[in-house]
């Protein structure tokens, strides 16, 4: 009855379709030709196949927003992958659609829909899923995005890209125009391999291990974040291989806890030494052979922009090190690039109210003592916020 209901001959009126934890016994149903909207969550084991997705959208050429979120296709013994059939049709065309969004579903429902659907340039495209192995140039990003390329080639149309390390596993995020790509992956060797098929930089001076399928992105900024629960142990990032991702031009440490970043900015200021990083005090970490396979001594040597959290003089004074440390050079070897912005942020997010009154008290006393000192060290064009507000030798700057 339920599916009954839905079906275009009995609801010509029907414009939007929200599916939550629904397991129908049947998928081969059809929607109203006039559906607007189409939303599918949470289903686990029983969801429908890809070709049973493609003929209830080919019955929607109407569809202006498309969404499915955990959707994972029930298990048959011949499915692997589109089976053409007469009633399955070999391309969907979506010239209405505006909106995609494909989260967290199993990878060859995303696989199908993206080979068999065909979607107009003003569609927004936000693909989300997990990426097993260590090469997602040859078992996604290929086979799926190298139709798009046309799109990806556009470099001025990048907004962000950045790599999110969540402890367990890393979230590779790509914005562009239109499109929003979050490959979630445990590998490093799989981020890296992202990395050159976008074309974003090269990693180890490699520029010719860029897949020639991939899009021609070169030299594009790509910022690394840390989540609160990724790192109990800085030592614990060394077997991963993180520190050898070369490309980084961008570093938030404001969800690392405070004597985890303040190790952190000890591994910034100085080149890695054989047996661990050398303390302000000449300490060693005992790290071994942290970066027996890193061809530049320093740590993210194309670092250039740095946010840490706690405007505290100690914070202050750790980030001047850094500055210190990185004061000019290049990412070739010779020396780290240059810090052109440090941001300092409250160490609580939703600090409002008199948390932003603590904070300037707080840039009135750093003002006087150390903020000058840093500003000297990074140069006439580098910047520095303190809680949101840029400040210079002479004060607050708007």
Not at 247 to 258: F, G, S
């Amino acid at each position: 009855q339920f599916t009954a209901l839905l079906g275009r001959k009995t609801t010509p009126n029907l414009r939007e379709v929200i599916l939550h934890a629904t397991h129908l016994p049947r998928w081969d149903i059809s929607f109203s030709s006039n559906l607007l909207k189409l939303e599918i969550y949470n289903i686990s084991s029983l969801g429908p196949l890809s070709t049973e997705l493609l003929s209830i959208l080919a019955a929607c050429p109407n569809l202006t927003d498309l969404r499915l979120c955990k959707v994972v296709p029930r298990l048959t013994l011949s499915d692997h992958g589109v089976e053409n059939s007469p009633s399955t049709p070999s391309t969907v065309e979506l010239t209405a659609l505006r909106k995609l969004k494909l989260s967290r579903n199993s990878v060859q429902l995303v696989q199908d829909l993206l080979l068999q659907l065909r979607l107009p340039e003003e569609c927004a495209i936000s693909v989300t899923c997990a990426i097993p192995g260590t090469s997602p140039s040859t078992s996604f990003l290929t086979p799926v995005l190298a139709r798009f390329n046309s799109d990806f080639q556009r470099a001025s149309g990048i907004h962000q890209t950045k790599v999110i390390y969540t402890g367990h596993r890393f979230r590779f995020i790509v914005i562009y125009q239109r499109w929003y790509v979050q490959l979630n992956m445990t590998e490093i060797a799989a981020i890296q391999d992202a990395i050159r098929w976008f074309g974003i930089g090269s990693e180890n001076g490699d520029t010719s291990a860029k897949p020639e399928t991939g899009p021609a992105l070169n030299q594009i900024p790509i910022s690394l974040k840390f989540t609160d629960k990724a790192v109990t142990d800085m030592s614990s990032l060394h077997p991963t291989g993180i520190f050898n991702l070369e490309c980084i031009t961008r570093l938030k440490t404001t969800r690392v806890p405070n004597d985890q970043q303040t190790l952190l900015l000890q591994y910034l200021s100085r080149p890695e030494h054989p047996d661990g990083a050398a303390t302000k005090n000449g300490d060693q970490f005992a790290v071994p052979g942290a970066y027996q396979h890193t061809p530049d001594p320093w740590v993210f040597p194309g670092l250039c922009d740095l946010v840490v959290k706690a405007m505290r003089e100690d914070v202050v004074e750790a980030a001047i090190e850094v500055a210190k440390g990185r004061s000019g050079g290049s990412a070739t070897g010779r020396g780290p690039a240059r810090l052109k912005r440090i941001e300092f942020v409250d160490e609580h997010d939703k600090a409002i109210g008199n948390g932003e009154t603590c904070s300037m008290v707080r840039l009135a006393e750093a003002q006087r003592n150390l903020l000058p000192k840093l500003l000297d060290i990074l140069g006439d064009d580098a910047k520095v916020f303190w809680g949101g507000k840029r400040v210079s030798k002479t004060g607050v700057m708007d």
